[in-house]
């Protein structure tokens, strides 16, 4: 279902896409009374496809990190990947002051400052992905390579089980 009304990170998420040629759509979904299977047969896709959004500080700077669902990013292959050794996951505090938005529902676009994007390349496999749009009831749709394209992330070979 789509709002007109949204919080204030989602409508800085739509407009950050929107500016960057992605049309979504944002879908509002009330988490705490849908049933996940019900929800991913309505959308027609599977957990795969609902990316998980991590933050992590990579050398001290915020770099947002999407996963499959059911897959997390592994820290060793990811500092590989970066070229770092440097990796800490920031506080609940940090990732609202960093983002503007709320921690596990962290977006790759609408912060107040753009921040790298590190994009796990087994979510290529979905024809539509949905991501975190700032915050826990809503997600936006996009293709893996109009992710990519919009927020010239790096596709990286980067998941573990969880």
């Known amino acids: ?19 960057l040629g ?8 009330d988490r705490p009374n849908v049933n996940v299977t019900d929800l991913l047969a309505e959308l027609d896709t599977t957990i795969g496809a609902f990316a998980e959004s991590q933050l ?8 947002v990190v999407l996963t499959p669902g059911g897959l997390t990013a592994d820290v060793t292959s990811l500092a590989a990947d970066l070229g770092t050794d440097r990796i800490s996951r920031p506080s609940d505090k940090q990732i609202r002051r960093l983002t503007g938005q709320t921690p596990g529902s962290v977006a790759p676009v609408g912060h107040p ?5 590190v994009i796990d390349v087994s979510l290529a496999q979905y024809e539509r992905i ?10 936006f749709t996009t293709s893996y390579a109009e992710l990519l394209r919009a927020t010239a ?6 998941t573990e089980l969880n």
């Open 22 to 29: 992605c049309y979504g759509p944002a879908v509002f979904f």
């Open 113 to 117: 400052e753009n921040l790298p994007v």
């Open 1 to 19: 279902m789509v709002v007109e009304e949204v919080p204030p990170a989602v409508a800085q998420v739509i407009r950050s896409f929107s500016d």
């Open 153 to 158: 992330g790096q596709a990286a070979e980067i």
């Open 130 to 139: 949905w991501i975190p749009a700032g915050d826990p009831s809503y997600v």
């Open 56 to 63: 992590f500080l990579v050398d001290d700077h915020p770099t």
